[in-house]
Structure formats: structure tokens, C-alpha cells
């Protein structure tokens, strides 16, 4: 059974990642799926790729989401003459070393939250500097090692229908990095008469305030790590990984990275939808979006069809109810008060110690 300390971690984690959903859902329209994809990748310590056609929202909805984790944000426009120093910074000699040393000028990758828009429009080379620093959290300058601030999220956008010549498709290795790709899609006809009502003159973002400080995100990211894996739910995540090597249609399947991105992923899924362990329903809902991308698939398959295909193929485990209660009932017996919803930060454990009841 979860400790109390632990249990006070994961309701604050949750009620954290729940208002950063709630803030997305009010700035946008129909993106629930997308935004719950983008959340997860953030609360998991990954990346996030939006793949889709221009005009949906790709770059509105990182720009949000970026501005509601608090810190520093910043969006690099990838273009063909961009050039690594532009992003990552400069080593500025110092003209007399005795009296000035050499000064680091970090560039717009020094930020909590990065927006990389078409991402496939740099190059290869700017592609390699920027995937290196994704994964290792660090870049290197004049043979010294600066590292990236703490949370490090980086949303791409990509067009993958741009015929232009100036786009560099991502290779394999590099797609990879990102946990989880997603797309927003086209909205319905009364999603898109909302659309017009609300946002034809008046910028999403304009209303958008930080909701939580950069330290608080890293806490709830290690909050993800109390949420419970039993065997069972990784004996089907083994199965499924599995599964996508020699799958027909599929070249290259997913790497033990992969399943174990999935893994951490579903645990912070599980932490928003109020549970305190992985379901195979959790699984199931990002297989796709964690797994599809990391795949590489013959000429003319359809990545997201083939996936699911896969899915559809490991029987799931039968899930009559969660073995561990939901987070909120772990402190039933010690705190009977009512959580708040107007204070979505503070866990009833929290109130309850600071009035002297437990």
C-alpha cells in the first residue's frame, strides 16, 4: 500500500496535470484527445511530435501549453539556412582572458518549453543538434557542457503533406525521440461554427496565465513514478512490443526504448484519469500515438491502420477493477474532508495536516 507522503505527491501531481488539461480544453475547441496526448508527453518527461495539416492549431496548441507550465518559452521557426549556433548559442571570447573569461550566450533551445514549427523544413545538420540536445539535456559549446533547464519539453510541428523541396524528412533514429506523435485534425461543423464565434477576433493566448512554476512540473514528473505497474498490465505492454516485430507490413519494430516510453507514458495517463495504477485501457489508448512513429513500415502502409492492427491482435487482459483503490480514497479513514475545487493544487492530506485534524 502507497504511504501517506506518497499518496500527498500523487493527489497534488494529479490535481496539477488536471488543471493544466483544464487550461488547454478552455483555450482551444475539440482538441480533448490531442491535448490529454500532449499532457502525458509532458508529465512522462518526453517529447511531442504534431503531425497535420496547417491551420488546425499545431503551433497554438504548444504555444498553450508552453505558456501554462510557467518558466520560459520559446519558439524557433525551423528554416533551411537556420544554423545550430543560432539556436543553441555562442562562445563569446573574452579579449583579454586574464581579466574577462569567455562568456556562453545560450540561444532559444534554453527554455522550458520549446516550440520547434516544421521542424522538417531545417536541415540535416540543424535536425542532428537538435535531437542530440533533446536526448542527452544537455549541448556542447567550445568543448564545455552547459545544460538545459529543468522541465525540458520540446513540442515539433510538422507538416508531413509539404511537397516543397526545402523539406528533410526525419529519419528513423530521430522520430524516435519523441514519446508520443499526435495529429489535432479538421473540426466538426459545430466545433468550427464555435471556432468563429469565439476566436475571429481574439487571441487564444491571450487569456492564457502560467498555472504552475517550472519546479512544480518536475515534482509532478516524479510524482508519475509512484503511479503503480503490476505484472500484468507489463506482461501485455511486453506483448504488444513484441508483437510489432515481424508484424506484416512492418520492417523495423519497436525498440525496448519504445516500451519502455509506453510504459511511463501510461503512468501518467493513469495519473490524470484518477487512478493510482496502469489499466490495460491505458495501454490501449497510447499504443498508437507512442508506438506508431517509432516504426518503420514497407512502402504504402498506413502507420496508424498497421498499429492498431497490432493492437487489435494481443488479446487485452481481462480488468474487472483496479487491485489499488483511486488516489483520492488512500486517505478516506484519516481525512474525511471534501476536496475543493476551487483550490485544485492543494491534495485534502495537505489541508487536513495544516488545520491539525490528522
Not at 521557426?77 to 573574452?94: F, H, M, N, W, Y
Not at 503533406?161 to 495529429?183: K, M
Not at 495519473?271 to 489508448?285: G, T
Request: aromatic share 6%; net charge negative.
Amino acid at each position: 500500500m502507497i504511504d501517506e507522503l506518497n499518496t500527498l505527491a500523487l493527489m497534488r501531481a494529479r490535481d496539477q496535470g488536471r488543471a493544466l488539461l483544464a487550461t488547454v480544453r478552455r483555450a482551444m475547441v475539440e482538441v480533448d484527445r490531442p491535448a490529454r496526448h500532449a499532457l502525458v508527453c509532458l508529465l512522462a518527461d518526453g517529447h511531442l511530435l504534431i503531425e497535420d495539416v496547417p491551420g488546425v492549431g499545431k503551433t497554438t496548441l504548444a504555444r498553450i501549453i508552453a505558456r501554462a507550465i510557467g518558466g520560459h518559452d520559446s519558439r524557433i521557426q525551423c528554416t533551411a539556412d537556420l544554423r545550430p549556433t543560432d539556436i543553441i548559442g555562442v562562445e563569446i571570447k573574452s579579449d583579454n582572458p586574464a581579466l574577462r573569461p569567455d562568456v556562453f550566450d545560450p540561444g532559444p533551445l534554453f527554455a522550458n518549453a520549446v516550440v520547434l514549427d516544421e521542424v522538417n523544413r531545417a536541415t540535416p545538420k540543424l535536425q542532428a543538434a537538435l535531437f542530440e540536445a533533446m536526448e542527452e539535456r544537455f549541448v556542447s559549446v567550445a568543448k564545455k557542457r552547459h545544460p538545459l533547464p529543468r522541465p525540458f519539453f520540446v513540442v515539433a510541428t510538422m507538416n508531413p503533406w509539404n511537397p516543397e523541396e526545402e523539406t528533410f524528412r526525419l529519419a528513423h533514429g530521430q522520430r524516435d525521440r519523441f514519446a508520443i506523435s499526435t495529429a489535432i485534425g479538421y473540426p466538426s461543423a459545430k466545433g468550427e461554427f464555435e471556432l468563429l464565434d469565439r476566436f475571429a477576433g481574439y487571441d487564444a493566448l491571450a487569456d492564457i496565465d502560467p498555472i504552475v512554476a517550472p519546479g512544480d512540473v518536475v515534482k509532478v514528473q516524479r510524482g508519475v513514478a509512484l503511479v503503480d505497474v503490476s505484472d500484468v498490465v507489463r506482461e501485455y505492454i511486453v506483448q504488444l512490443v513484441r508483437a510489432t516485430r515481424g508484424f506484416k507490413g512492418v520492417l523495423v519494430g519497436a525498440s525496448p526504448r519504445a516500451a519502455l516510453s509506453l510504459q511511463r507514458c501510461c503512468q501518467a495517463l493513469a495519473l490524470i484519469s484518477d487512478s493510482n495504477e496502469v489499466q490495460p485501457d491505458h495501454v490501449a489508448e497510447l499504443f498508437v500515438p507512442c508506438l506508431a512513429h517509432r516504426m518503420q513500415f514497407e512502402p504504402g502502409v498506413d502507420p496508424a491502420a498497421t498499429a492498431a492492427a497490432i493492437l487489435a491482435s494481443v488479446p487485452r487482459p481481462a480488468w474487472d477493477r483496479p487491485t489499488l483503490r483511486p488516489v483520492d480514497d488512500l486517505l478516506d479513514a484519516h481525512v474525511p474532508a471534501p476536496l475543493s475545487a476551487d483550490l485544485p493544487g492543494v491534495s485534502r492530506l495537505q489541508r487536513a495536516l495544516e488545520a491539525g485534524e490528522v
